[in-house]
């Protein structure tokens, strides 16, 4: 499996911006992807964005789009999730995890880093 460790987390106000690193372990294969998924106290944990490492194929959750952006560095196996114009609602613990294709769905992912927490204050 990969090992995933986020960074970049923290505390922000409402309409500013945080970026989110994930450096993995180890050399991905071409149809390898990224995620980023979210969960906030007492829900689900809910995707944000995917990349596909290879052609750089992305998804987003409609509530992101337009505000985030997920990138990848190849040669630094690290992917970014770029979030600008914040809002409360933000407010969650947020985690990279790596599949072996580009999906939307948590159980897919495989892999999984230990957690970030973003707080977005109003």
């Known amino acids: 499996q990969v090992q995933l460790v986020e960074s970049g987390g923290g505390l922000v106000q409402a309409g500013g911006s945080l970026r989110l690193s994930c450096a993995a372990s180890?050399?991905?294969?071409?149809?390898?992807?990224m995620g980023w998924f979210r969960q906030a106290p007492g829900k689900e944990r809910e995707f944000v964005a995917a990349?596909?490492?290879?052609?750089?194929?992305?998804y987003y959750a409609d509530s992101v789009k337009g505000r985030f952006t997920i990138s990848r560095d190849n040669a630094k196996n690290t992917a970014y999730l770029q979030m600008n114009s914040l809002k409360p609602e933000d407010t969650a613990v947020y985690y990279c995890a790596a599949t072996n294709f580009l999906s939307t769905r948590v159980e897919d992912f495989g892999s999984w880093g230990q957690g970030t927490q973003v707080t977005v204050s109003s």
């Open positions: 180890r050399r991905t294969f071409s149809s390898y992807a």
């Open positions: 990349i596909r490492w290879s052609d750089g194929s992305t």
